[in-house]
């Protein structure tokens, strides 16, 4: 089995764990958003490499410019995450506690890293 | 930039994977270079003139001096 289906398959599984997890808190009436970041993360961490998984396979010089490019995105989107969190919690319109703050974060930092390497590749 | 990867290629007889594998670099450079995508460095580009035995800007020019 190659690289690219395990990811697939791999990241379908996670969504579905997170589908499970959402389902099961909505059930026990205890939903907290924070419990959904992890496997929603990893899921998307999956579809992406399974996507990029046969491009990055050769260490050449299009897949050093995807990354750099990929990363150069990133970089203005989380500032602009950073912005708007601040922002959003300055003004007391989102509360939130702190370990929820790093996690969403993360979540965003992670997903948008993969997401716009996916992107780059698909426009070089 | 424009190039005339693909004609060289094929006058020379490569297919995308041959190519690739000749100049050290995934069949998806050679695709995206092929469509204008991707501009090649300087040193690939060179590497690709040296493999069709032609000058780097019989291969790639501006699109205004086509």
Redesign the interface.
Known sequence: MNYRRIYFILGCLFLIFTGIGIAISFGAGEFRIMQIYPPTMISVICICNGYLA??M??Q????T?IRQKGMFYSYFAIIFYLILLMSLIYFNILVISALHAVMLITFLVVSTVFISMVVV?K?? | MKNKVMNYRKRNGYSQDKL?LIL???R??II?IEKG??N??LP?ALQMAREFHTAVEDIFFLEDNE
């Not at chain 1, 050449?60 to 897949?63: K, L």
Request: charged share 20%.
């Open positions: 046969p491009q396979a050769k050449d010089e299009r897949t410019f590749s426009i070089y | 690739a050290g670099v995934s998806q450079t995206s995508k991707y090649p460095s690939l």
